[in-house]
C-alpha cells in the first residue's frame, strides 16, 4: 500500500521583503510575504484542495544545513506532487480577458500540437496558405512563389498546414477586431508575460517537473498545456507566418522574444518530448531580454541552486547546492565542470571558454567564469567571435586527457595549454557608444568610426583589393557578410563592398547586375522587394555598416609585433599577449599578471593570418598557462 500523503505544490514570487505579513501555522506566527498570502487567501478557495507544500513555509530559511538539504531534494518534491499551482498574483492590467481568452480557444490551439520551433517547410507552406486565403496583393504573391520553389523538394502534412492556416486565420481574424482599440488584449498579454514570475529562477524545475500544471492569475485558472499552446501559435504567426504587410497592424506590438524566452516553458516542453536538459542550456542565454530579465534570483547562487532538480548531465559535472560555498566558488566550479565536459566532447556540449570575456564577466569573479547574474539580467553582451564562424585556430589540438585532474589546489584558477603567438602593440582608441536597452550598445557616429578606422590601419585614400584584410576583419570573416569576396579577388562585389564601407556615395543605375543580385539576397523581404532600386541600395548600404559595427560592441582594433591586425574585446592594451588556447577555435588574448607568472583572461579575438590553424604549422612550443 502506498502510505505517501497526497499534496499540491506552489510556485510563486517571494516579492519584496519589506511586505510582511504574518499568519498562523501550528498555533505560532509566521511571517510570510503579502503574494504568498494572496495565493493562499485563493486556493483556500478550492474544497479540494489537499495540504499544499510551500517552500518559504516548509523550509527553516535561516538554517544553511536544512536549506541546502531540501534544495538538492527540490526535485523530488516537485515531482512527486499531484498538481503544481503557478501563482502569477492578483488579477490587474487585463489579465481577466487574456485569461478567458486562454481559456476559450485554448482547446482548439492544442490540436495543433507543437508549433515552438517549426522547421523551415512547414512555417513556409503555412505562411503561403495564410497568405493565398488572404487574399494577398502582388507583392505577397511573388513572396509565396520565391517560397514554394524553396521548399519543393521537401515533403509536408498538407492537412496539418490546412488545420494550422486555418486556425491562424481565425485567430488574426477574431484578435484584429479587438487590436489597435482600448479593447485589445496585447497590452494585457504582454503584461502577463511580463510579470516577475516568469524569471524567477527556481520556476524552471518548479514549472517543468509537475505531472499537472495550472496557471492562475486572480481568480482565474487555466492548464500549463492550455496557456502554451495557445500563446505558441499567436508567436508561430508572430514570428513565421505574419509577413510584415499583412497583419502588422495587430502582431508587431507583440515583442518577437517575449514568449520564446521564458525559460520555465521551453524546458517544460523538452522534458514533456523525453528530451535531456543541461545544465547550459537554462544558463546561457544569446537572445536579447524583452524588457524583462531572462532569469533572477535573490540569492545569486540560486541561479544554479534553483535549476539542479531538471538537470540531466549533473554527474557528470559534479555540482550540488552547498550554501557554504560563495557565489564566485558556485560560478567558477559550475564553469570549470562544463569546460572540462566541453574538452572531452566540443561537438555535444557547446560551452566554452571563448564565452567568456570582460563583457560577459565581473570583477568580483575569477576572469574566466561568466557571470550569471549578468546573462540571466540581459543575455550574452558580446557574443564570441567564434559563435557563427568556423575558424580553427588551434587546429584541432586538444587539452590534455588528465586536464580535469590537472587543476591546481586554488579554485579560482583554471590550467590550459596552448601556445605563444604575437604581442600587442597598439590598440585603436574606442568610438563613442550608447545605450538603447540593457547592454545594448550604438554607434554614436558610424561615419567617424569608419573614418578612425581608416586612419588606424593606414589604407590608401583609393579603394584597393590591399585594403580588404581590414574589413574581412571587421566582418569576422562571416560569408553572409560577403567575406568571401573580399579574399583577394578584385570582383564586382568586392568593389562594392569597398566603396559602401568609405560611405562613398554610387547610383543605382552604376551597379551591376552581379551588384544587385548580391544586393537583393543581403536585404530583408520588405527591403528586396522594392521596385525602388535606388531607395533598395541606400537602404541596403546603411544597413551593411551598421551590421559591420555591430561586430564591434565591446571590441576594439589592436595591431601586433609581427604586423598583425586584430579586434578583440576594448580592454585590450598594449603589451597583451596573442595566444592560441587548445580547444578554442579563435586566437584568445591573456595579459600576464606581474608577480605570479598567471593570466588574466581577456577573451577570443580574430586576428589575421591565424585563424585556420597556420600558425600551429610553424610547430610553436606549448605552454600552459595559469588563468585567474
Not at 334 to 340: D, E, H, K, P, Q
Request: proline share 4%; with cysteine.
Amino acid at each position: 500500500m502506498n502510505d505517501k500523503p497526497l499534496y499540491r505544490a506552489l510556485s510563486y514570487v517571494w516579492g519584496s521583503p519589506t511586505e510582511r505579513v504574518d499568519i498562523e501555522v501550528n498555533g505560532e506566527l509566521l511571517s510570510i510575504g503579502s503574494n504568498l498570502r494572496a495565493a493562499l487567501l485563493q486556493l483556500r478557495q478550492d474544497q479540494d484542495c489537499p495540504s499544499i507544500w510551500v517552500d518559504s513555509i516548509c523550509i527553516e530559511q535561516t538554517n544553511t544545513a536544512e536549506k541546502s538539504w531540501h534544495v538538492n531534494e527540490m526535485g523530488k518534491i516537485f515531482s512527486g506532487t499531484e498538481q503544481v499551482y503557478l501563482w502569477l498574483g492578483p488579477a490587474a492590467d487585463g489579465s481577466d480577458e487574456v485569461m478567458d481568452f486562454i481559456s476559450h480557444i485554448g482547446p482548439t490551439a492544442l490540436q495543433l500540437g507543437d508549433i515552438s520551433r517549426p522547421k523551415r517547410v512547414l512555417r513556409d507552406r503555412i505562411r503561403d496558405y495564410v497568405i493565398d486565403r488572404s487574399a494577398a496583393g502582388e507583392n505577397n504573391q511573388h513572396i509565396h512563389q520565391d517560397t514554394i520553389e524553396a521548399s519543393d523538394s521537401e515533403t509536408v502534412d498538407e492537412d496539418r498546414v490546412t488545420l494550422i492556416g486555418d486556425f491562424i486565420l481565425g485567430l488574426t481574424q477574431n484578435l484584429a477586431l479587438l487590436g489597435g482599440h482600448e479593447q485589445s488584449l496585447i497590452p494585457g498579454i504582454e503584461c502577463l508575460l511580463r510579470r516577475d514570475y516568469w524569471h524567477r529562477v527556481w520556476i524552471v524545475q518548479e514549472v517543468s517537473l509537475a505531472k499537472v500544471a495550472t496557471v492562475v492569475c486572480g481568480q482565474k485558472t487555466v492548464a500549463l498545456d492550455l496557456f502554451d499552446a495557445v500563446f505558441s501559435a499567436v508567436w508561430f504567426t508572430r514570428q513565421w507566418v505574419a509577413v510584415e504587410r499583412l497583419f502588422s497592424p495587430f502582431f508587431l506590438p507583440l515583442q518577437a522574444n517575449l514568449y520564446g524566452t521564458i525559460k520555465c516553458i521551453s524546458v517544460w516542453r523538452e522534458r514533456r518530448k523525453g528530451r535531456s536538459v543541461l545544465l547550459r542550456d537554462v544558463l546561457l542565454e544569446y537572445g536579447e531580454s524583452p524588457q524583462r530579465p531572462h532569469y533572477t534570483a535573490t540569492d545569486p547562487r540560486d541561479i544554479v541552486f534553483g535549476i539542479l532538480g531538471v538537470i540531466s548531465d549533473l554527474a557528470d559535472l559534479d555540482v550540488h547546492a552547498d550554501y557554504s560555498k560563495s557565489t564566485a566558488e558556485v560560478y567558477a566550479s559550475v564553469a570549470r565542470a562544463m569546460i572540462y565536459r566541453y574538452d572531452e566532447d566540443p561537438n555535444a556540449f557547446q560551452y566554452h571558454l571563448g564565452i567568456c570575456n570582460p563583457a560577459n564577466t565581473s570583477s568580483d569573479l575569477p576572469s574566466w567564469v561568466l557571470d550569471f547574474r549578468k546573462v540571466g539580467q540581459y543575455g550574452i553582451a558580446s557574443w564570441p567571435i567564434s559563435y557563427s564562424a568556423m575558424f580553427s585556430a588551434s587546429k584541432g589540438a586538444s587539452q590534455p586527457r588528465n586536464a580535469r585532474n590537472n587543476c591546481l589546489d586554488d579554485p579560482s584558477v583554471l590550467r590550459r595549454r596552448g601556445c605563444l603567438v604575437d604581442v600587442v602593440t597598439e590598440v585603436m582608441a574606442q568610438p563613442q557608444w550608447y545605450h538603447e536597452d540593457g547592454h545594448d550598445l550604438y554607434l554614436d557616429e558610424e561615419i567617424a568610426w569608419l573614418r578612425s578606422v581608416i586612419d588606424f590601419t593606414n589604407i590608401a585614400t583609393d579603394p584597393s583589393p590591399a585594403e580588404d584584410y581590414v574589413w574581412r576583419t571587421l566582418l569576422l570573416d562571416d560569408k553572409m557578410g560577403g567575406a568571401e569576396y573580399l579574399r583577394g579577388k578584385d570582383n564586382e562585389v568586392a568593389q562594392l563592398i569597398r566603396r559602401i564601407v568609405r560611405r562613398h556615395k554610387f547610383h543605382a543605375d552604376e551597379l551591376s547586375s552581379t551588384q544587385v543580385d548580391w544586393i537583393r539576397r543581403g536585404s530583408s523581404i520588405a527591403n528586396r522587394d522594392r521596385d525602388d532600386l535606388a531607395g533598395m541600395a541606400q537602404t541596403f548600404s546603411e544597413g551593411y555598416t551598421f551590421s559591420l559595427s555591430m561586430n564591434s560592441r565591446h571590441r576594439t582594433l589592436f595591431k601586433t609585433a609581427d604586423g598583425r591586425l586584430g579586434l578583440a574585446d576594448k580592454s585590450i592594451r598594449a603589451g597583451d599577449l596573442v595566444t592560441l588556447i587548445w580547444g578554442v577555435n579563435a586566437p584568445v588574448i591573456l595579459r600576464e599578471r606581474e608577480n605570479d607568472g598567471g593570466f588574466i583572461y581577456l577573451g577570443e579575438a580574430y586576428v589575421t593570418d591565424i585563424m585556420y590553424g597556420e600558425y600551429l604549422e610553424t610547430r610553436p612550443p606549448e605552454k600552459d598557462f595559469d588563468l585567474y
